[in-house]
């Protein structure tokens, strides 16, 4: 009985976080909207216009991995640039990250010859320099004595993060299963290994010629990585937070920890959470813990959208999502394609460059 009552209690407080974690956000988003007069709507749009630099900017890397991965095949920055603002802008609006299954379909159809497998590791590239600028604005945050600690992430009133962080043993135990489920997948498609890892090593291509990679990717990133924070620091300024080197780089550390935990779309819970507690004594936090997202939200959403019509001639996103997951479990039914020509590190591409 007692295992019974503890499972009990620990769901009643669960569901009780994630209504109080939603009324906060409902409560943020009406101080938000009561505040529009407020805003300073020049440092807003240059905060956006900085954030879409941004992903231009990386998208750009990504296309360079892409390139390595497929030297004889034509790869549009356009097409993977359209591709990631339509997964962008869909992740903006549904956990889980639904917008990364679009991402994939419409680069993986972009390239002619390629396959689910090589589009999705030469796209995963970029998470190498993503991880590597986190842990040091990290490192910055938690040293600022306003940014929780990880053993304080059960205190973060958000119900994602602090389930998982009041709860070790399950979140153990729900890493394991998913540990677990991985091993049981790959013996079972034991027979399809060889050509699968052939495909993945294929678009890792560029992480073999480090100059290249430095030249290609992680200059662009870091580029990208320069105007996000002038992005944040701009919209910091836009809602009276005040903008600067220290804010910015807290900003930055949200979204870091906001990208682990993504059960709400972008990780808003945590952003919110997270930011009432860094900035809580400047009255117009709650605006801007909500604000921006949304700013940000209908940004990615209108790029998204005019990507998803001109690109690529989808009429809705619902419809690309579905799409993706019908083409992609159509393509592992029948094998996949045939492994595509594997190219030498740093053997120069033939690609049309745009």
Not at 96 to 124: D, K, M, W
Not at 210 to 221: F, I, L
Request: net charge positive; aromatic share 14%.
């Amino acid at each position: 009985m007692a295992p019974i009552v503890a499972t009990a209690a620990a769901q009643t407080h669960h569901h009780t976080s994630v209504s109080s974690t939603i009324e906060r956000l409902i409560e943020s988003t009406g101080h938000f909207f009561s505040q529009l007069a407020n805003l300073a709507w020049v440092s807003l749009l240059l905060g956006l216009a900085f954030y879409a630099i941004y992903l231009l900017l990386r998208s750009r890397a990504l296309t360079n991995a892409l390139r390595a991965a497929y030297p004889r095949e034509t790869v549009r920055w356009r097409d993977v640039w359209g591709a990631y603002m339509v997964g962008y802008a869909i992740n903006n609006v549904f956990p889980l990250g639904g917008g990364n299954i679009a991402q994939l379909f419409l680069t993986r159809t972009a390239i002619p010859s390629s396959s689910y497998p090589a589009v999705a590791s030469g796209l995963a590239t970029g998470v190498l320099f993503d991880w590597f600028m986190g842990v040091l604005v990290m490192c910055f945050a938690f040293t600022q004595g306003v940014f929780p600690k990880p053993p304080d992430f059960s205190k973060v009133p958000a119900f994602d993060i602090s389930f998982f962080a009041s709860h070790m043993r399950f979140t153990l135990f729900f890493l394991t299963i998913l540990a677990i489920g991985f091993l049981i997948g790959f013996a079972l498609l034991s027979a399809r290994v060889r050509a699968f890892w052939q495909r993945i090593r294929q678009g890792l291509t560029i992480l073999r010629d480090g100059q290249r990679y430095r030249r290609e990717m992680a200059s662009w990133q870091l580029a990208s990585w320069v105007f996000r924070f002038a992005a944040y620091w701009a919209l910091l300024d836009a809602f009276h937070i005040g903008g600067s080197v220290r804010n910015a780089l807290l900003v930055l550390g949200v979204q870091v920890v906001a990208s682990v935990f993504p059960f709400t779309p972008s990780g808003a819970g945590v952003q919110q959470a997270l930011l009432l507690t860094i900035f809580a004594g400047n009255p117009d936090v709650a605006s801007f813990s909500v604000g921006q997202q949304i700013a940000i939200a209908v940004l990615t959403a209108a790029l998204g959208f005019a990507a998803l019509v001109l690109i690529f001639r989808f009429k809705s996103f619902r419809e690309v999502i579905s799409r993706g997951r019908e083409h992609r479990r159509r393509e592992e039914q029948a094998g996949g394609p045939p492994p595509t020509y594997e190219p030498v590190a740093g053997e120069p591409s033939t690609v049309r460059k745009t």
